[in-house]
């Protein structure tokens, strides 16, 4: 079974960055669509982010798109998520998730680490 373990979260005044790692272990890391998404108090989960086993396809939701990086370094097993010029409304608790390249669904997940932007 495969573990996500999310680290990085933390407190940010809007303007500023942060990045979020997510380790992996359990499975065949490079081989794996991995991706982000976030979820705020009241909402719905959304997707963030996703990268490709190579790293060679990626893909951004709008909100985000321009200001976060996603990222892989597969010889440590970990996908990234620079976050840069953060807003309040990215305000939310961000996951981590995996899916092989041909499952439409994502089928394991991190615990979530917190990021908070303060305004």
């Known amino acids: 079974q495969v573990q996500l373990v999310e680290s990085g979260g933390g407190l940010v005044q809007a303007g500023g960055s942060l990045r979020l790692s997510c380790a992996a272990s359990?499975?065949?890391?490079?081989?794996?669509?991995m991706g982000w998404f976030r979820q705020a108090p009241g909402q719905e989960r959304e997707f963030v982010a996703s990268?490709?086993?190579?790293?060679?396809?990626?893909r951004y939701a709008d909100s985000v798109k321009g200001r976060f990086t996603i990222s892989r370094d597969n010889a440590k097993n970990t996908v990234y998520l620079q976050m840069n010029s953060l807003k309040s409304e990215d305000t939310a608790v961000y996951s981590c998730?995996?899916?092989?390249?041909?499952?439409?669904?994502?089928?394991?997940w991190g615990q979530g680490t917190q990021v908070s932007v303060s305004s």
């Open positions: 990268i490709s086993g190579s790293g060679g396809r990626i």
């Open positions: 359990g499975g065949t890391f490079s081989s794996s669509i």
């Open positions: 998730a995996s899916r092989g390249l041909w499952s439409s669904e994502w089928h394991y």
